[in-house]
């Protein structure tokens, strides 16, 4: 059974009277790590805040644990760890001191769970320095401890790499791996980053011009576009050669690129396959090039124009 953390149907938000957001749909579950993916200005912020109370929704719902945010909203949001944009620490406390403060405040945090998280996010170390000392990587660990003291169902993170190194990017990645993996933690992160998203979530909701246009497994998404096998052939037998490709069970499409090349969809391990069906019919291939679709492509091809008006949706993922 899929455990749904976070349910959220037709939201939509206006700015005035401008619609900013636009009907936007996505599950969040157990144990997994979900990309919300846009350009900045695409309105993953905004998202956010209605998440997490920050802002209202002029429509829709928003589910946490099953728990409506508009009609038990304590219930719901005590569900929730985030931080949105960065997070607000005392520099001129110590970590600890941060911690204990937070503590507090939340209410019911035995001091054995300060030491349990001080010790998960690897801040042993450091944890009686004053936070104005940290670098910004175990500012962001710090950060992370704090929304995780009170056992949060998931983690809200926007922009969580902005300002890291590629070292600490590296460190805060497998750390939210950790947190899904071995904690079963929803974990929910907003970014522009592509490569950082491919390399850290299980599932994707791309967002444009405040519509999510494509939610799913990211190796689904990508699976649209992999697999492609450009031909360049003598410009004579590009009819042919469309031809002979189009009749071949191994490839799925292919349409012309210009007067001498040809791109087709296809496994690439059979390239020499095809290869030796259009030298077969006398077609002449002078080149011949395989593509590894990265998101950002994938991004951009979906982005293309302003994205669409109803998501694409990829794959559901069920712990």
């Not at 969809?265 to 069906?277: G, H, L």
Request: proline share 4%; net charge negative.
């Amino acid at each position: 059974m899929t455990d749904t953390v976070l349910s959220v149907k037709h939201l939509h938000k206006k700015m005035g009277n401008k619609p900013i957001i636009h009907d936007i749909t996505f599950d969040v579950f157990a144990g997994e790590v979900f990309g919300f993916l846009g350009p900045n200005g695409a309105g993953k912020t905004t998202t956010i805040r209605m998440l997490v109370g920050l802002a209202a929704a002029d429509g829709g719902e928003i589910r946490i644990g099953g728990i409506s945010i508009r009609d038990q909203f304590p219930k719901a949001i005590a569900q929730v760890g985030c931080i949105v944009e960065n997070p607000e620490l005392y520099k001129f406390l110590t970590g600890r001191e941060n911690l204990e403060q937070f503590a507090r405040m939340s209410g019911g945090i035995p001091p054995e769970r300060i030491e349990e998280i001080v010790r998960f996010v690897d801040l042993e170390r450091a944890i009686d320095d004053k936070v104005k000392t940290y670098s910004l990587g175990m500012r962001q660990r710090l950060g992370i401890a704090q929304a995780l003291l009170h056992n949060p169902k998931i983690l809200i993170l926007d922009e969580p790499t902005n300002g890291l190194d590629p070292a600490g990017i590296r460190e805060l990645r497998q750390f939210i791996r950790r947190l899904a993996e071995e904690e079963g933690l929803a974990v929910f992160i907003s970014s522009h980053l592509l490569s950082e998203i491919e390399m850290m979530c299980d599932r994707v909701a791309i967002i444009s011009q405040g519509r999510v246009i494509s939610v799913g497994l990211v190796e689904e998404l990508m699976a649209q576009f992999a697999d492609q096998v450009d031909w360049t052939i003598d410009p004579n037998f590009i009819s042919k050669g469309m031809e002979i490709l189009r009749g071949l069970p191994v490839v799925s499409e292919v349409w012309q690129i210009n007067e001498e090349r040809l791109k087709c969809k296809m496994n690439v391990e059979r390239v020499s396959e095809v290869n030796q069906a259009l030298v077969k019919a006398g077609i002449l291939v002078s080149g011949i090039a395989t593509k590894t679709v990265s998101l950002e492509d994938l991004f951009l091809t979906l982005t293309e124009g302003g994205g669409a008006d109803e998501p694409k949706h990829a794959g559901t993922r069920a712990k």
